[in-house]
């Protein structure tokens, strides 16, 4: 990847855009929030929290692995997790000439995840706690170097491991990992179609860095140094033998039950494109903003694949749900909206003569009609002040994609095969009905009523997730929607929460990606490391799993993450540290991703790491990636900024990070006091300046719930669309249609150029005065930089507002 913002003499790239020469193979990364703890000797850097987010960057280094986390561990064997909202998936990084672009896939993969990558390793792994002799007598499964703790999925931020304890645990360097379980990559993983072996002592999996014992198929854990057996399945007569089992050979495999026992399995390839999608519309709109919703759902219907099963609902003082069994008129069943459905009332709608779920092949034309037939807002009631029964009309939604439950049917429940998606359509708060907040601020009792809607939304997100439903929620217009009240009902969801200007085309175009998006259920993550390194802290997607809701082994002291949804845009932040001075040559992390892909496979993704262990900090720093290092300490800083005050607080501890860092690592300036930055690391200040200045800390974006909006998506993102929200990479046009990638700074906005600056969630076109009094020059210059942002942002979620200036 390119870094967007190196600043080295000379430095420049450049890009001829065209959307013909789009990698056929994309790449894509996945988001993450917890509270987090750190060690007692930490200086005076705040403790992080939790929380999440996404975007995608270039960088100048080349980074070896991805991915983010949501949670936190402290010293005790509980974690103490917490979790933000669902994540957003994104951008590309410009490469050089030939391939300018890097982009993740248009299309949901069939697998929720899949990696392809592995990392050198020159040398059999060195157990600390195992005996010498049976060190010795164990060959490791393949003695030649072997791709060493490499993985698409899994991003260090340094590529080695500093052994003493007191120099690796600066907390205002840290060391940790981005690990992206959905991510999806070309080459696809090893696909292993048994169950995997797994150490009988601490559960962990056997993998290429397991030393064999070849006559007796023996294996030892890389994690705790026990020896276990493979029922015969290892033996071998060489090492070379060995080579044809994935797991021995690739740092990344996964793992398909063959005996699928749930009884919702549908084996058939389409089965993720039935999967309902339920819209929820608010019918309080003034007329404008109408009309754009119009449009943008008449072309979200035709995006649509022909089998995908699509539900119209609308709410505002009561529920209205449409029927697609009438072909010539928009009908519905109408359902009061002050309070919680009634069994009755929901029986006489799912049993009735109507159709509330139907095929877009069977319902497009119904569907067109219904949007036609939508009408403005007519009382002269302001936007704010209108009553939206925006929980009731979600509770409609679950009960239609549910179908009959256990109390309708003689204890038979059914349950969808895929994972569901609810999109609400939202112009306004919820001010009516269940999970509801008073029209008015100055309500005598507004802070409880937000706090008892706030509980009941967060009630109600839960409720989706355990019926396999994502929530997404879309919000539009100038009235402001309450997102404190609003955020946790897509979060525990594992949905997405975005705020649009208006129902126009970013709007339009998130509906479209919202919808597409593939997403898996049922997630566990699994982190396992060697016994010298400690997890301190997990921000991302997910929370602590229920000892019940996973297996548990002997002496397992794993991590685990219960994740809200498996999704291509998601990412975990694990921050780690050394629990004591390391004496071996490697550490071991292994990641065990658990969860049920778009077709209701079981899939284990297993994905190893070994990193070298190193007395030199020099060589240490020379291993950190920077883009890396500044997402980590980005997302751990952004867990305590949730509030304006909170993240004028974490402006501070940014600089005085920085200022310890080079306390620590730098080097003494010549007769002077002042030390001088280590230049291993001299991109990461740069990256922490933009972070400082910029939407997520800064005064950029004038109102808190657009700041709260972003926060939550930069906890739970990719490392890719994370790196962009942090430091904006700024490309500018030349003659001829190339594009010339600069630092980010003031001095590349010249009066006779165009500028490219791609921020993520928002990608602005800036015309210098000179060649705007142009006009068949800048007419050029635009349209190049317009296609430009759209092959940048082209698979992004969600869709940035693309952005022209003069």
Request: with cysteine; glycine share 6%.
């Amino acid at each position: 990847m390119a870094s967007p913002t190196q600043a080295s003499p000379g430095y420049s790239r450049t890009i001829t855009p065209q959307m013909d020469s789009l990698s056929s193979k994309p790449d894509q990364s996945a988001m993450s929030p917890a509270p987090p703890t750190i060690s007692s000797g930490a200086p005076r850097f705040p403790p992080p929290i939790s929380q999440q987010d996404q975007i995608p960057s270039p960088s100048i280094k080349l980074p070896t692995m991805l991915s983010p986390a949501n949670g936190v561990k402290t010293g005790s064997s509980v974690p103490h997790m917490s979790t933000p909202p669902g994540p957003p998936v994104f951008a590309s990084p410009v490469r050089p000439a030939a391939v300018p672009f890097r982009t993740s896939p248009a299309t949901p993969q069939p697998v929720a995840f899949s990696s392809a990558s592995s990392l050198p390793t020159s040398s059999p792994p060195y157990f600390s706690n195992g005996s010498v002799e049976l060190q010795q007598q164990l060959p490791s499964a393949i003695e030649e170097p072997v791709p060493d703790g490499k993985s698409p999925c899994v991003l260090f931020s340094a590529h080695k491991v500093l052994k003493h304890k007191k120099q690796a645990n600066v907390p205002s360097l840290g060391f940790g990992v981005l690990v992206s379980p959905g991510r999806d990559t070309s080459p696809g993983p090893q696909v292993i179609q048994r169950d995997p072996h797994r150490c009988h002592d601490c559960g962990a999996y056997s993998n290429l860095y397991s030393n064999i014992l070849i006559g007796s198929g023996q294996w030892q854990c890389v994690i705790c140094g026990n020896l276990n057996g493979s029922e015969g399945e290892y033996i071998a007569l060489s090492k070379e033998e060995l080579r044809n089992f994935p797991e021995l050979s690739s740092p990344l495999v996964d793992f398909i039950q063959t005996g699928n026992k749930r009884p919702s399995f549908v084996p058939v390839t389409d089965s993720r494109t039935s999967a309902p999608v339920v819209l929820v519309i608010d019918e309080c709109l003034d007329e404008q903003h109408l009309q754009y919703l119009q449009s943008s759902l008449h072309a979200f219907v035709d995006s649509l694949p022909p089998t995908t099963r699509i539900g119209i609902i609308l709410y505002g003082r009561a529920v209205s749900v449409y029927d697609f069994s009438e072909e010539s008129i928009a009908s519905a069943e109408v359902i009061p909206g002050g309070a919680s459905p009634t069994q009755e009332a929901l029986k006489a709608l799912i049993y009735g003569t109507g159709i509330s779920l139907s095929p877009m092949h069977a319902s497009k034309e119904v569907a067109h009609l219904i949007f036609s037939s939508l009408r403005p807002y007519r009382l002269n009631v302001p936007e704010a002040s209108r009553d939206r029964c925006l929980g009731t009309a979600v509770e409609v939604a679950l009960a239609i994609i549910q179908g009959p439950s256990a109390d309708f049917s003689r204890g038979v429940v059914k349950r969808p095969g895929v994972n569901s998606r609810i999109i609400v359509c939202a112009g306004g708060p919820n001010t009516y009905g269940p999970g509801s907040v008073p029209h008015s601020y100055t309500h005598p009792n507004y802070p409880h009523k937000e706090k008892t809607a706030i509980k009941w939304m967060e009630h109600l997100g839960r409720e989706a997730h355990q019926q396999n439903t994502v929530i997404d929620i879309l919000c539009a217009g100038t009235c402001p929607v309450r997102v404190p009240v609003l955020q946790p009902l897509a979060k525990a969801s594992g949905g997405a929460f975005v705020l649009h200007d208006d129902f126009g085309e970013a709007f339009g175009m998130n509906l479209q990606r919202a919808s597409a998006r593939a997403a898996g259920s049922h997630g566990l993550l699994e982190i396992r490391c060697s016994d010298d390194i400690l997890v301190t802290q997990v921000v991302g997607p997910g929370e602590e799993a229920h000892i019940e809701n996973h297996e548990t082994f002997k002496n397992d002291l794993s991590l685990c993450i219960r994740m809200l949804s498996v999704e291509e845009t998601q990412c975990f932040s694990i921050s780690m540290e050394n629990r004591h001075d390391i004496k071996s040559d490697f550490v071991f992390f292994q990641f065990a991703i658990q969860y049920s892909n778009v077709y209701q496979a079981d899939i284990t993704r297993v994905i190893t790491i070994r990193l070298p262990t190193v007395d030199s900090v020099p060589e240490y720093l020379q291993s950190v990636e920077d883009e890396v290092a500044a997402v980590l300490i980005a997302k751990r800083t952004l867990l305590g900024a949730k509030s304006h005050s909170d993240a004028i607080d974490m402006r501070t501890t940014i600089d005085e990070r920085v200022k310890d860092i080079a306390l620590k690592f730098g080097s003494q300036v010549p007769k002077s006091k002042l030390r001088r930055f280590p230049k291993e690391i001299s991109l990461l200040p740069e990256f922490l300046f933009h972070l400082r200045r910029g939407p997520l800390l800064g005064n950029i974006i004038g109102h808190e719930d657009e700041r709260s909006v972003l926060r939550n998506l930069f906890l739970n993102a990719s490392f890719d669309l994370s790196l962009r929200m942090v430091a904006p990479r700024c490309l500018m046009h030349r003659e001829g249609g190339t594009f010339e990638e600069l630092p980010a700074y003031d001095l590349v906005m010249q009066s006779d150029t165009a500028v490219v600056l791609d921020h993520g969630t928002d990608v602005f076109i800036w015309l210098g005065a000179e060649l705007a009094a142009d006009e068949g020059r800048s007419a050029a210059a635009v349209a190049a930089c317009k296609t430009l942002a759209e092959e940048l942002t082209e698979l992004r979620f969600p869709a940035p507002r693309i952005l022209a200036f003069k």
